[in-house]
T-cell receptor, first 111, second 117 residues
Framework: AQSVTQLDSHVSVSEGTPVLLRCNYS??????LFWYVQHPNKGLQLLLK??????LVKGINGFEAEFKKSETSFHLTKPSAHMSDAAEYFC?????????FGAGTRLAVHP | DTAVSQTPKYLVTQMGNDKSIKCEQN?????MYWYKQDSKKFLKIMFS???????INETVPNRFSPKSPDKAHLNLHINSLELGDSAVYFC????????????????FGPGTRLTVL
């Protein structure tokens, strides 16, 4: 069965420092993988997606993620955090007409 | 604006009542979904419809009945509401890449926060 594990429930960074949000997946075949962001009391917005093309995927707002099949990982990074990046981030596996989400990582950004 | 919209945004009701949540997408997608987000922010698929046909029913109690009158709409009716139904319900849509197996990204509505008292 497919599953997604987000390794950190909370991440705290200072503004201007790098962000790393970790995601591992388990799947019996090549996945589609996604990162979504949810700001407080808002819906989910797609940040980026991996669908078996380039392993380094660039998304919106300066985020990118690298698909590493050998490590079954799809970690999200950003070189320099901004206050507006504070939100909940979800990694998701896609296929068979559904998304399977990780438990989410809350990113806090401090001045 | 092109989007996935849901009504109402907030829904407060008593246990035992019946309520509905409506969802519409104008993205031209052929697949729509309902997800439930619990108090710990965990998101789980409830239903998936492709071209008005039910594809996924993820062990949801039969008090929950989705209805898709056309490809652009997917409504959720809930009978005999229980305290445990309190959650945020998200509608989403996507375009199937090939047949029923949909690997494409999903676009989410703003959510409906249901509170059962």
């Amino acid at each position: 069965a497919q599953s997604v594990t987000q390794l950190d429930s909370h991440v705290s960074v200072s503004e201007g420092t790098p962000v790393l949000l970790r995601c591992n997946y388990s799947s019996s075949y090549s996945p589609s993988l996604f990162w979504y962001v949810q700001h407080p009391n808002k819906g989910l917005q797609l940040l980026l997606k991996y669908t078996s093309a380039a392993t380094l995927v660039k998304g919106i707002n300066g985020f990118e993620a690298e698909f590493k099949k050998s490590e079954t990982s799809f970690h999200l990074t950003k070189p320099s955090a901004h206050m507006s990046d504070a939100a909940e981030y979800f990694c998701a596996w896609g296929g068979y007409n559904k998304l399977i989400f990780g438990a989410g990582t809350r990113l806090a950004v401090h001045p | 604006d092109t989007a996935v919209s849901q009504t109402p945004k907030y829904l407060v009701t008593q246990m035992g009542n019946d309520k509905s949540i409506k969802c519409e997408q104008n993205l031209g997608h052929d697949t729509m979904y309902w997800y439930k987000q619990d108090s710990k922010k965990f998101l789980k698929i409830m239903f998936s419809y492709n071209n008005k046909e039910l594809i996924i029913n993820e062990t949801v109690p039969n008090r929950f009945s989705p209805k898709s009158p056309d490809k652009a709409h997917l409504n959720l009716h809930i009978n005999s509401l229980e305290l445990g139904d309190s959650a945020v319900y998200f509608c989403a849509s996507s375009q199937a890449r090939s047949g029923r197996y949909n690997y494409n990204e999903q676009f989410f509505g703003p959510g409906t926060r249901l509170t059962v008292l």
